[in-house]
């Protein structure tokens, strides 16, 4: 399986950046797509944005496009999340996923079969 370990939240004013880190092990040959995703107090688990491991492709929820950014580093086996330009509602748990099973679409929590133990991030006024 994948074991995943978070890092990189905290306290941070609005307009302000953080750079979630996600380290990945364990059998990773089997790893279709990684993932962020992000839940509020009250609130459902919402998705943030993800990666195709062998494509690199990206796709982003639109409440953050153009200011967060996912990337990977293959040979550290860990996917990052740069968070610019934060706004107080960004405020939240984020949780890092893997997906080990082939999906069209990586949007959704139901297809992710691995998460991590979520980090706080708090964006103040």
């Known amino acids: 399986q994948v074991q995943l370990v978070e890092s990189g939240g905290g306290l941070v004013q609005a307009g302000g950046s953080l750079r979630l880190s996600c380290a990945a092990s364990?059998?990773?040959?089997?790893?279709?797509?990684m993932g962020w995703f992000r839940q509020a107090p009250g609130k459902e688990r919402e998705f943030v944005a993800s990666?195709?491991?062998?494509?690199?492709?990206?796709y982003y929820a639109d409440s953050v496009k153009g200011r967060f950014t996912i990337s990977r580093d293959n040979a550290k086996n860990t996917v990052y999340l740069q968070m610019n330009s934060l706004k107080p509602e960004d405020t939240a748990v984020y949780y890092c996923a893997a997906a080990r099973y082939y999906n069209s679409d990586y949007t959704t929590p139901e297809v992710y079969t691995n998460w991590g133990q979520g980090t706080q991030v708090t964006v103040s006024s």
């Open positions: 990666i195709r491991w062998s494509e690199s492709n990206t």
């Open positions: 364990g059998r990773t040959f089997s790893r279709y797509a």
